[in-house]
């Protein structure tokens, strides 16, 4: 899709195996409806694989999508008061 932008990050553990894959979709910018559009990229993207899809919450931005592949076996660990998303 000509008019789709896409990054990707694998996922892994502390081995280095994939667990997963973070991609997040721009697009539909010209489209008369976005989330129509980006509904098919998504699909398109996706396939028949399991994943999980992030949207902004109130459709504000309906031309970004969040996707995460294999989110159940991603190494979490406890989040510290030394976490931050500023770092």
């Known amino acids: 899709m000509d008019d789709v932008k896409i990054f990707e990050e694998y996922l892994n553990d502390d081995s280095g195996n994939e667990k997963g ?9 010209n489209s008369d409806n976005p989330k129509e559009f ?3 990229a998504v699909s398109k993207y996706v396939g028949r694989t399991g994943h999980n899809q992030f949207v902004e919450i109130h ?6 999508r969040v996707l995460v592949r294999g989110i ?6 406890p989040m ?3 976490d931050s998303i500023s770092k």
Not at 21 to 29: C, P, T, Y
Not at 59 to 64: A, I, M, V
């Open 21 to 29: 894959k973070v991609a997040i979709l721009v697009g539909g910018m």
């Open 38 to 40: 980006m509904d098919g």
């Open 59 to 64: 459709l504000d931005n309906p031309w970004t």
């Open 72 to 77: 159940n076996d991603i190494p979490f660990r």
């Open 80 to 82: 510290t008061d030394q």
